[in-house]
């Protein structure tokens, strides 16, 4: 049986080469908003599927850049994809997700960059950085739970995740945030798919905003997204460190790192996001 | 007058509405390629003009991220825009870089999607990184007489800059990286035009790459570059931070953070190089 997560990204050929055709579901939401890992991932798959193939075949995204224009809603989605470059290591393509609007056009919800290659050429680890020290899984607060008594219910999305939080970073769950914009946690999706390439960038976006560590309770939609994929991951679970230092005009960046279960480095992105400031807020002392 | 860097980004109209054409000089080269800032900001420039007029203008890049796919060269230049969302907030485009090819077809240079707004607008800054200590200007290395001794002679760049780097950072110019991965730096243009947003892009790629100091002298061409403008910079020097933390497989990702002559961090960014490690390299200590 497919996974939860490859149901979600799984996707037909579309009427034309290079466009290929799959469906949003609420599963994979947050309130009436597809998450935006799964728009990435999915587009990710598209060009997976677009570069995997030909005489130097480069199916693993290296590095993957969006800008998000609307929220994904349930429903039809299509992925045209559009190669730039094909070459001896890299590849580059661009990947625009739309769905149907209200008014028959099509409506653009994310274009993506991202250049390609294989994660299986011989990738010697010069240098890395080692993952954060943390409690085990067990020790960790399960977010799922936690959240109930938090900013939040947890949405749709928290479901398809098993997301164990670091007791030191979760204060925010129970209302008591650390105002230091950082968290820490084991991940990995709750039906035991385990993590390759494509879902690292699922999982890059999938931690609660960063912002929720500073006190500031709303969703923090993301305007653009940077992530690299610098390693293929060992199965099992991944952990991951998020954290923002600039909060400035109602921006803020996150960033966020994930090593596998054998403590390797395999990706790490920045996104800007959008939060909104409650009035008179100051960060947690 | 117009300064160097106006010349070098300068645009006319060109035959369709949202194109533009200029034009690369040799004097923003490394080699024989086009700095990779001046080829963004290029390419930004012609966004502000697309999102920097109508009812909601938008003329200051906030989140620009680039695909490179050929080195720019001396010549002339097309830039093509596509306008993806105009919002009350933020406006999304897309700008395209080409330039003729040897058979007459036009070959891509780098592709961004960068998302628009106003830095005039309230952005009261609520956290942000303060500068890194470092010695004044007048007690740096200035980097185009260090470099002479260093890895490579000093590119016609060097010279649109006034570079100053911190002595702690600068052993690499001498043959003697330090093998932290990082360099600290003034910077301004050599001939005194104040750094604005757009201007900003340009320096965030400017610095010489952070591998030097790793003992890798070979350049090392940006594969994606994602970087955010988060303040309109005070007149005067800029100061600047690089580093990396993480290189395998031939990748570095290198980091920047620039803040102005106030100590206001303005920008930041993250880029992918590709790096030629040399047999039997190693860190060194």
Known sequence: MASE???????????????????????WAIGPAV??????ATAAAALTRVLGEGPTPHAD????????LSAGADG??????E?????????????????????GGRVERMRALATYGDLDVA??????????????PEECVDAAQARTGGPMQAPP??????????????????????????????????????????????FLDAMPPVSFDLGIGGWAPTLEFSGHVRGRPAPGWLQMATHSSIL?????????????????????????CSVRIPQGWNPPA
Chains 1, 2 share one sequence.
Request: glycine share 10%.
């Open 123 to 136: 990738s010697p680890v010069h240098r890395s950085v080692e993952p954060v020290s943390m409690p085990s």
């Open 5 to 27: 997560f490859d149901t979600a990204t799984r996707l037909a050929p579309g009427a034309d080469a290079g466009t290929f055709t799959g469906r949003f579901a609420q599963d």
């Open 83 to 103: 190669v730039l470059r094909r070459g001896r290591t890299f590849s580059t393509a661009e990947a625009v997700v739309t769905q149907d609007g209200p008014d």
């Open 248 to 272: 400035t005009g109602g921006l803020m960046e996150e960033d966020a790192l994930i090593w596998d279960s054998r403590g390797a480095l395999v990706a790490q992105s920045r996104q800007l």
């Open 157 to 202: 999305l928290m479901h398809r995740l098993d997301l164990r939080l670091d007791p030191s970073t979760a204060g925010w769950a129970m209302g008591k945030p650390s105002g230091r914009g950082q968290m820490r946690a084991w991940i990995r999706f709750a039906d035991g798919r385990d993590a390759d390439p494509l879902s690292l960038l699922f």
């Open 35 to 40: 998450n935006g890992g799964v728009v990435m």
């Open 76 to 81: 039809d989605l299509r992925v045209d994809t």
């Open 61 to 68: 995204p290296l590095a993957f850049s969006a800008h998000f």
